[in-house]
């Protein structure tokens, strides 16, 4: 194992400002956008209108005489040139995950993708034709001469209502629009608990459908050489340039060597932009056919029909307790819309792995459902599963608390799973490695001075606000893509490279990850070289996603340091003339007893110079980590939200936030705490604003700009208290857990449970998100009225 924590200057635990920020700020980044290459074409997608459809003609003859226009292509044209369906892979079991299991006989139903569907339109804003023109306007402009028959179907919005008998069908091969169904855990146990129970308490919620919103909105540019057979694509995707170009290989039916994909910065992902988006296949197909590159920028309205989109969870759940206030079981139904194709499982496995959160609940048993509609599809967004599980029992302990009068902050540390219990294995099977669950509670509670609460209450009824205060507690379970790979080389000018084959959207990857090379090698910072997104470099890689990146690339690169090391000892060996064993190696320099010395660059120059070497330390000075780890990842911890809440219009000001996030290892602090504060704003902003509507009826979107999809804002967020623990993960060699996820991960509860408290002199038990001025104003009136009754 490399050499440990030392708190270098540039090393592990240095708050390092992110080197990547003066080029991004400065209008240096490379987006997508922003590569034009000679004799670039663009195109423009004509999208359904429709939320189920049936396509019978698409007639394209006037948009062809549109001026401008180089081609008008359609399903029909893509299936013509071998174009399949993504292959987007929805895996449902695995480790660390719970095991799903499948009633007898049922199979898992998977949908077919394709770019340009050629029959049947699923959803408002999907693909059926696209237009390549020599500029964008002129393509956007063509858009609406191209003359489309389309035979209407009913269309079903919300995943209960297409399960109902007689909803409308999406796939003739799944009926009732179940896609997966299945359980966690004991159910003949839970029901046992339930029925011993001297207190059960109910929630039936809805985490309801929002969209990531990135700045940036999907950009994509497709290039074809004739002579080569060759395609190479340019956008961004949290799934890496890697995973993007094995599916576009697949998609066109060519091999993976026929294909390169490069990708720029990335404004924003959080999980939304990890799937595979038509447009990736479509641009490079597109280019063969207009011999000649074409770029595609989605505009904001398209982003908001077409991206992929996130949560939508039903949860109907139960939590049994005995007199004394100990959790006895957690029993429950949760249900996720898919929209109309099957991208993701993992929010709904991650979620019913996690129901039970840190809590020691014997006995749990879930229903599982995923569900097809016409809606955009969902994908994983931040803490994907995670953020709905949290919400789910941190109300159901608040409203235990209410209804039979506990203490919230008693009945949770009275459950709390124990240190000295770990590692634990809760109810459906998942393993948590390690941590203190109890110490970060008490942690978070010392810091948000919660003993001083009733003070600041009198304070805010005296200027005629209602505040309340909220905790949450939280763990995850992380995973991703289980391989990855480091390089480390060091270069001719003495500088060490490292190519890796995650994909940064804002998580630092540039500063985080040579500050394990410069630790572990014991060089300054800045000799360090970072390297991504080019499958012309990189090999192999899984991306960005549930909270993999440092934690398998600390892994991998620190398989790497220790093979360029081992290696290079055995070339300083030769060179100072001293035994293997005898070789020290310290600040970047190999020295020998009698008081020679080499550093990595002249070794490395050594290496392709000496004749003498064996062949085998011939060729450079690298080191390669290749690594598979399916083991899971658990960071964890608590928050502490208060709010103010004006009674007589029902707005809800957030007035301050304290997060306790335990990462095992922090390698860069700074990097963790802004990783915190976003995460605490994108999930206030679920609770608070944001939400995707549909029409119940047409299913038509009705949220498509930033006019009816309200974003949380400098004023919306609060000031942010985040402090880090550090207790070593035991399931990671070097400690490290995961912390980019959360703060969003408890922050659906944590509001809730504010607003629920400040209202509680109502007589309010619960909210449904958002929870917008107008739906709190209307709590309070309802439940004024329903005294007065």
């Given amino acids: 194992m490399p050499t440990q924590h030392t708190a270098r200057s540039g090393g592990i635990g240095a708050s390092l400002p992110r080197t990547e920020d003066r080029r991004l700020v400065t209008g240096q980044g490379r987006y997508a956008n922003d590569f034009l290459p000679d004799n670039v074409s663009h195109a423009a997608v004509v999208r359904s209108p429709h939320a189920h459809a049936r396509i019978l003609s698409i007639d394209p003859a006037q948009a062809l005489c549109a001026p401008g226009v180089l081609a008008v292509l359609t399903g029909k044209d893509a299936a013509a040139d071998g174009l399949t369906a993504i292959p987007h892979n929805p895996d449902w079991m695995g480790p660390p995950d719970a095991e799903l299991r499948l009633p007898p006989g049922f199979e898992v139903f998977t949908t077919e993708n394709a770019p340009l569907p050629a029959e049947i339109v699923r959803y408002v804003g999907e693909g059926v034709a696209m237009i390549i023109a020599e500029t964008a306007a002129q393509a956007a402009d063509a858009v609406e001469l ?189 249900t996720l819309n898919l929209g109309a194709y099957t991208v993701y499982f993992w929010p709904l496995r991650k979620g019913l792995s996690m129901m039970q959160s840190v809590y020691r609940i014997p006995n749990v048993h879930f229903e599982g459902h995923a569900v097809l509609t016409n809606t955009a599809p969902t994908a994983v967004y931040r803490s994907a599963g995670r953020p709905e599980a949290i919400y789910m029992i941190e109300r159901l302990i608040d409203l235990a608390a209410d209804q039979h009068g506990f203490d ?14 770990m590692p634990f294995t809760n109810g459906v099977g998942v393993t948590y490695d390690s941590g203190d669950y109890t110490a970060c509670m008490n942690e978070a509670l010392r810091e948000a001075d919660w003993d001083g ?50 994909m940064s959207s804002g998580q630092g990857h540039e500063t985080s990850f040579p500050q394990l090379i410069s630790e572990w090698l014991q ?61 020290a190696f310290a600040e970047g320099v190999f020295s020998a007893p009698g008081g020679g010395s080499i550093d990595l660059s002249e070794v490395a120059s050594a290496s392709v110079t000496m004749e003498s070497l064996p062949a085998a330390l011939r060729g450079g000075l690298e080191g390669i980590g290749d690594i598979t780890n399916r083991a899971g990842g658990y960071p964890y911890g608590a928050h502490i939200c208060e709010v103010e809440v004006d009674p007589d219009t029902g707005h809800v000001d957030i007035v301050s936030w304290t997060a306790v996030d335990d990462v095992g290892l922090a390698v860069n602090p700074l990097i963790l705490h802004g990783q915190a504060h976003g995460a605490v704003a994108q999930g206030l902003g679920q609770a608070l604003l944001e939400a995707i509507q549909y029409d119940p009826d047409s299913a038509q979107l009705l949220t498509g700009s930033f006019m009816d999809y309200a974003m949380p804002r400098a004023d919306t967020t609060p000031p942010i208290d985040a402090f880090i623990t550090e207790v070593p993960a035991s399931s990671h060699p070097h400690g490290i857990r995961p912390g980019g996820e959360g703060g969003t991960t408890p922050a659906l509860g944590v509001v809730i449970n504010a607003i629920v ?31 007065r009754d």
């Fill in 146 to 334: 191209v003359d489309i028959e389309y035979e209407p179907l009913p269309a079903v919005v919300h995943a209960r209502d297409a399960r109902a008998d007689g909803a409308p069908r999406l796939w003739p091969g799944c009926p009732g629009n179940l896609s997966l169904t299945c359980e966690v855990g004991d159910k003949e146990a839970t029901n046992r608990a339930f029925e011993e129970a001297t207190h059960i308490v109910k929630l039936d919620s809805w985490i309801h459908r929002v969209t990531g919103s990135p700045m940036e909105p999907r950009s994509v540019l497709g290039e074809y050489d004739t002579a080569k057979n060759h395609y190479t694509l340019r956008a961004a995707s949290g799934r890496g340039a890697v995973q993007t170009r094995e599916r576009l290989s697949i998609i066109l039916g060519v091999p993976k060597e026929n294909c390169r994909a490069i990708f720029g910065d990335m404004g924003g992902n959080f999980g939304t932009r990890n799937g595979f988006s038509p447009e990736f296949a479509l641009m490079p197909w597109a280019a063969k056919r207009a011999g000649r590159p074409v770029k595609w920028t989605a505009s904001r309205q398209e982003c908001f029909l077409s991206d992929y989109q996130a949560r939508d969870l039903t949860s109907d759940a139960e939590l049994a307790l005995d007199a004394e206030g100990n959790f006895l079981g957690l029993r429950g139904v949760n």
């Fill in 757 to 787: 408290d400040a209202l509680s002199e109502f007589g309010v038990s619960h909210i449904e998100m958002p929870a917008t001025p107008q739906r709190v104003w209307q709590a309070i009136e309802a439940a004024k009225q329903s005294k």
């Fill in 408 to 421: 919230r902050v008693d009945l949770r540390r009275r459950n709390l799973i124990a240190s000295d219990a």
């Fill in 523 to 583: 060089i300054p910072f800045e000799k360090v070289r970072f390297v991504a997104n080019d499958t012309d470099r990189v090999s192999v890689g899984g991306g960005s996603h549930s909270g993999r990146s440092m934690r398998l690339v600390s892994i991998a690169a620190g398989e790497a340091v220790e093979e360029l090391l081992a290696k290079g000892k055995s070339i300083a060996s030769h060179v100072l003339q001293a035994a293997e064993t005898e070789i």
């Fill in 453 to 502: 609460y009733e003070v600041r209450k009198t304070e805010s009824a005296a200027r005629g606000l209602c505040r309340g205060v909220g905790v949450a507690n939280y763990i995850e379970v992380t995973s991703g893509i289980p391989r990855e790979r480091a390089e480390v080389t060091v270069c001719d000018d003495g500088t060490v490279e490292l190519v890796v084959g995650t």
